[in-house]
C-alpha cells in the first residue's frame, strides 16, 4: 500500500507519566475521577461532571452525551498524579463492540477542582457519534460518512476473518474502526499520520489482566473515496493486522524493525490479490541503485515512504515465497515477543537474515518475475 500507520516507539509497559519529584497522587482528584467514571457507566451526566469547575459542565456534558451514544461502556484513570495544577494519568476508554480498552493520556488542570485541558482525542471530540455493530467490532461513523462508512462496515467482518486465517483467532477481534470526514481529523485523533491512508492508535500498554490494550484504527472518508473498492479493503485488512499483532505481548526492549511490520501487514493484506506484483512494488523497481532494507525513519519521510512500504511487502513476500506465509508469520511472532531479527531468521526460516536480503534482492533485480498475477 502507498501508505501505513506509525508504530509507536513505546515500551510495552508505560513508563510513569511524570518524572522523578512530582507529588503523589492527589487523593482528592482520584477519587473524583473514579466517581466520574462510576457515573458515566450509570449515564449520569450531572454526576459525571460534578468534580469540574462548573464553567466546564456544560461542555463537558456536551462531551460525554455524544460519547454515551457511541457506545461507552468503559471509562477510568489509572496513575492519577497531581502535579503543582497538572493532573495527569492513563485513561483507559472502551465502547460497545471492542475487545479491549484503548489507553490514551489523560489531562486535567487542578486547583482543588478538575478544568478541562488537552489530553488524548477520542472520536466523540470531533463532534456526533454513530456507532454501527457488526461482525468483528464496530465502526464509530463521525458525522456523515457515507458510501466509504458504508463500505467498511460491510467489509469489516470480511476483513477480520483474512486476518483470522493468517494470524490466528489469538487476538481481541473487536476493532473499533473510527471514519472521520477529513485527513486532518485522522492527524488529530492519532497525533501524526499526515497523508495516511488509514492508521491504527492507542498507546503501547498492559492492562490490569497484564495483556495489551486495545486499539483503534482511524480512516477518513476524504482519502479513502479516492482509493478503488479492493483498496480500501486491502488498507482495512492492513490494519487489523497491525491490531491483531499489538495484542500479543512485548517485552520491554524487544526491537522489531518496521520493514518487518509493515511488510507482513501489506503481505497478508495483499494475499490472493489479482493485481501484478510490479504495480505493487512500482516504486521500489523505479528506484535507482540496488534495494537497501529501509530503515524505520524511512517509513515517515513522505520522500522515501513510498519505496520503504514497496521494499518491506516485496521482503516479506519473498521471504514468504520460499517457506510459506506461515513462517513470516512465525517470524513476526518470534521478534514481537523478543527474538532478535538477526536471530529469528535462521531458527524460524531455516536462512540467514543475510540470504534472505540476498534472494529478496536478485527478485527485486529480476523485476519481480514469476510472482504472480
Sequence with gaps: MPAGPPIPRR???????????????????????????RALLERDLPAAARGYAADDRPALRRHDARALAAGLVEWSVEDVRVAGRDVTGLLRVRVEGEGRAVA??????????????????????????????????????????????????ADLPAATARVDAVWGPGWPRGTAVVVVPTAADVT?????????DA??????????????????????TER???????????????ELVHVATRATPRPAGAVVPRWLIEGYADHVARLGTDVPAPALAAALLRAPGPPRVPADADFTDPARAQVAYAAAWTLVTSAARAGGTGTVTALVRAVWT????ADACPAVLGRSLRDVVATWRADVAADLVGWGP
Design 11 to 37: 515500551s510495552l509497559l508505560l513508563a510513569p507519566l511524570l518524572p522523578a519529584g512530582c507529588s503523589a497522587p492527589g487523593p482528592d482528584a482520584r477519587g473524583l475521577l473514579a466517581d466520574r467514571g
Design 104 to 153: 490514551g493520556a489523560f489531562r486535567a488542570g487542578w486547583d482543588g477542582e478538575l478544568h478541562l485541558a488537552p489530553g488524548a482525542p477520542q472520536p466523540w471530540d470531533l463532534g456526533d457519534v454513530t456507532a454501527e455493530r457488526v461482525a468483528g467490532g464496530v465502526v464509530l461513523h463521525v458525522g456523515r460518512t457515507g458510501d466509504v462508512g458504508r463500505q467498511v462496515a
Design 188 to 196: 488529530r485523533l492519532a497525533g501524526a499520520g499526515d497523508g495516511l
Design 199 to 220: 492508521v491504527a492508535v492507542g498507546l503501547d500498554a498492559a492492562l490490569p489482566d497484564g495483556a495489551p490494550a486495545g486499539v483503534r484504527v482511524v480512516l477518513s
Design 224 to 238: 479513502f473515496a479516492a482509493l478503488t473498492g479492493q483498496g480500501r479493503t486491502l488498507t482495512l485488512t492492513h
Design 338 to 341: 523478543g527474538t532478535p531479527v
